[in-house]
């Protein structure tokens, strides 16, 4: 089952025309519950969250990567051999599309792990760097 968002936080962004060849970079924290299982194994599971506008441009997909890092994370009660990482982060395509104005937003996947039953991620950081097509 994938992992419940529920508050994507962006930060201010810099303006394209500040940036070096129109770059856009778009950070924040995405607001999640993501806990561990009783078993003791890893649990993986997919987060997946829009971010943007950017412009669509004339590609058929966006030139955008991500970096995505655990920021509120916890054990409740006593703990061993705890673990939370993120496996891989990856900018899937264009979301929300608007043909009108050109502009979409940016549909991110993060693959997160936890281990232990008390182990608990609610916070992620992002940040996109999408460069325009």
Same mark, same amino acid.
């Given at each position: 089952?994938?992992?419940?968002? #529920?508050?994507? &936080?962006?930060?201010?962004?810099?303006?394209?025309?500040?940036?070096?060849?129109?770059?856009? #970079?778009?950070?924040?924290?995405?607001? +999640?519950?993501?806990?561990? =299982?009783?078993?003791?194994?890893?649990?993986?599971?997919?987060? =997946?969250?829009?971010?943007?506008?950017?412009?669509?441009?004339?590609?058929?997909?966006? =030139? $955008?990567? +991500?970096?995505?890092?655990? +920021?509120?994370?916890?054990?409740? %009660? $006593?703990?061993?051999?705890?673990?939370?990482?993120?496996?891989?982060? &990856?900018?899937?395509?264009?979301? &929300?599309?608007?043909?009108?104005? %050109? =502009?979409?937003?940016?549909? #991110?996947? $993060?693959?997160? $792990?936890?281990?232990?039953?008390?182990?608990?991620?609610?916070?992620? &950081?992002?940040?996109?760097?999408?460069?325009?097509?």
């Amino acid at each position: 089952m994938p992992i419940s968002v #529920i508050a994507v &936080n962006a930060n201010q962004a810099i303006p394209p025309s500040l940036a070096l060849g129109g770059v856009r #970079i778009l950070s924040g924290v995405v607001e +999640c519950v993501f806990k561990g =299982t009783a078993t003791g194994e890893i649990t993986r599971d997919t987060l =997946t969250f829009n971010v943007g506008r950017v412009n669509l441009g004339t590609g058929v997909g966006p =030139t $955008a990567s +991500c970096i995505i890092s655990p +920021c509120s994370f916890a054990y409740d %009660g $006593a703990v061993s051999d705890a673990l939370w990482a993120v496996d891989g982060a &990856n900018v899937l395509g264009f979301a &929300n599309e608007d043909s009108g104005s %050109g =502009t979409a937003d940016l549909q #991110i996947t $993060a693959n997160l $792990a936890i281990r232990g039953l008390n182990g608990i991620v609610l916070r992620v &950081n992002y940040i996109v760097f999408h460069f325009p097509s």
